[in-house]
């Protein structure tokens, strides 16, 4: 009897999820209640984990738990840490939950709702969550080895190398750009400065707490940060409100970009319970409720999606970033569906902190679920608040004009009616100077989710208390992202340096830590730094190069995992990689050669450094502008080059693949693989749920 209502509530929540995805996909005129969207991704997500994660599970991989993972044979105290796996379950999470939830689907808005809210669901269940656990579980089984120590040894020594620079500098462009979204979010608000600024020493004390005042004692230390972070939230007004304190943490983007440089570097050098982990855990709990309670406030406040299902910027000239649907949407809602940088965390900190390989399931593709239901609730968000708003917060005045009046005019004039005094009356409700303009995805975001926490709690009075709450939200995101990012690639740079220099790889050898660390911060904060000082605010150009370097990486990733699943023998199974492998090839390909060689000089790098050459021979920029044009000739000139090397390294890597599968299919060559010896767990059963923090 149980069996049988069992079966009739999966097949109940089943019919749930296809009948909100059909009103989602078919709805047309009045607008959409965005409870459909709440119901479809709750559905959806729940078949695909109790299902087709358990299938990948059994069938694909088969989960063994009575091998010792690498945190129990190499704990050295450092990187190779057993943790209890709901605080490893928050710092996965908050180490791959970036601005790509956030950003990508609010950015992606502009096509209309329908186009990303289908690729977040499908592309999550049958993409990215699959890519992410399957990583996971082959990094635990070669000793948390990085992804591009990977390729090489289960792909080929060329292959593997290629794709280790690959890898690392497709890393350095993506840590670039998550920064350079933090730094347009704090830019010029003290408010959002202070409160994030906050997070770092309260993260200190946890890591302090944890590891010597009251070791394991995770409720009581989870309890004492949560309530620091929302008196942080508070107290930010109040600095706001101080003449004195308020210039103190009023920062321009240069120096918040200093400030992050030197984030960066201290995360990656520092032991991993001090900063990284508890930061990390913290974050996860900020992350999750504030998920979940947008999630409930939408089911109270059920708000109307404004947004049309389809614009009529699908046909590739929307101000927010040029591109049509195809491959666009699908390289800029990245995280949220699948994400690359995802598997650089899945073979870096995380492997070596499981304690069983039955965790990878619920780690691996459980916290990519959560990451893409923040993406679905990052849409409803964007697309419940008028869309002039929407295109005047995220639309460079290159596009829409510089005044006010000006942009407001042109906004109106695409069908998304606005006045500018819509624009005055919002930014003086959520305690900012103006929202005109402010790209990359974040304050928009916020602004839509302070709409909605209000309508549920405070009304008209908090909403400048749920903003900055918000904008702390979408900053802890993405930080935990760029300092898990970050160490991730001092293991990649001292793996290379070791290859010249062996001492230089030693994970426990100081000056090698130190120098490492200095040359990932160093490499991404070049690209920032640009980012920065670029007049269209550099999401406009970086945010689509971040978008194919992530995807690129995902299809990496993807290549290797369907070659060690060819090697171990799962040929019959060997599609649940293959298929989004060429999917994602496919997108990321096209992507790459229309955003180098399109003649739209929006589109394409070359043509928009040739349209700007033109303009200065022609004698139409001001003398006062020449050295900046010349700034931005430059940078589209590099994001070309570096958009064909990435393409030029991935596609390497697939053709050494296809030789390997070709010799393999073919008894040409022995399929080896190059898993660490089995090693039978010292661990009793009971153990694996306390170590590290339980109560």
Known sequence: MKRVFTIVAWIVVALLGAGALGAIAVHRGEPLNAIWFVVAAVCCYSVAFRFY??????????????????AERHDDGRDFVPTNKWVLFGHHFAAIAGPGPLVGPTLAAQFGYLPGTLWLIAGAALGGCVQDFVILFFSIRRDGKSLGQMAREEVSERGGFIAQLAVLAIMVILLAVIALVVVNALKSSPWATFTLAMTIPIALLLGVYLRFVRPGRVLEASVMGVALLLFA??????????????????????????AIIIY??????????????????????????????????????????????????VDGTGPVFAGKIFPFCFITIACGAVSGFHSLISSGTTPKMILRESQARFIGYGAMLLESFVGVMAMVAACAMPPGVYFAINSPPAIVGATPEVAASTITGWGFPLQAQTMADTSRAVGEQTLWNRSGGAPSL???????????????RLLSIWYHFAIMFEALFILTVLDAGTRVGRFMIQELGGRVWKPFGRRGWMPGILISSAIIVGMWGYFLYQGVIDPLGGINSLWPLFGIG??????????????????????????????????????????????????????????????LVAQVTAGKIPAERIVETQ?????????????????????VLVFEALFQWYSILGRRREAVLHESPYVATRWAESFSGTVHGDD
């Not at 997108?587 to 060689?597: P, R, W």
């Open 550 to 611: 992530n995807q690129l990486l995902a299809a990496v990733a993807l290549v290797l995992a369907t070659t060690i699943l060819l090697k171990m023998g799962r040929l019959r199974w060997i599609w649940v990689t293959l298929l989004p492998m060429i999917a994602l090839v496919t997108v990321t390909m096209t992507a790459s050669y229309e955003k180098i060689f399109d003649a739209n000089p929006r589109l394409g790098f070359l043509a928009g450094a040739n349209a």
């Open 233 to 258: 939230v508070v107290a930010g007004q109040w600095v706001a409100e101080s003449p004195s304190w308020a210039h103190v943490f009023t920062l321009s983007g240069l120096a918040l970009t200093a």
């Open 446 to 460: 916020a602004v839509g989710m302070a709409q909605i926490f209000s309508s549920t709690i405070g009304g008209d």
């Open 264 to 313: 960066g570097f201290s995360a990656s050098a520092l032991p991993v319970w001090l900063l990284l982990a508890p930061r990390d855990y913290l974050s996860a709990f900020i992350k999750a409720g504030a998920v979940f309670s947008l999630a409930a406030g939408i089911l109270v406040v059920r708000p109307h999606v404004l947004m049309p299902s389809l614009t009529r910027f």
């Open 53 to 70: 994660s358990a299938f990948v599970a059994a069938k694909v991989l088969a989960l063994d738990d009575t091998r010792a993972t690498p």
């Open 631 to 651: 700034r931005l000739i430059f940078n589209l000139r590099l994001d070309a080059a570096v958009t064909a090397v990435l393409a030029c390294m991935v596609l």
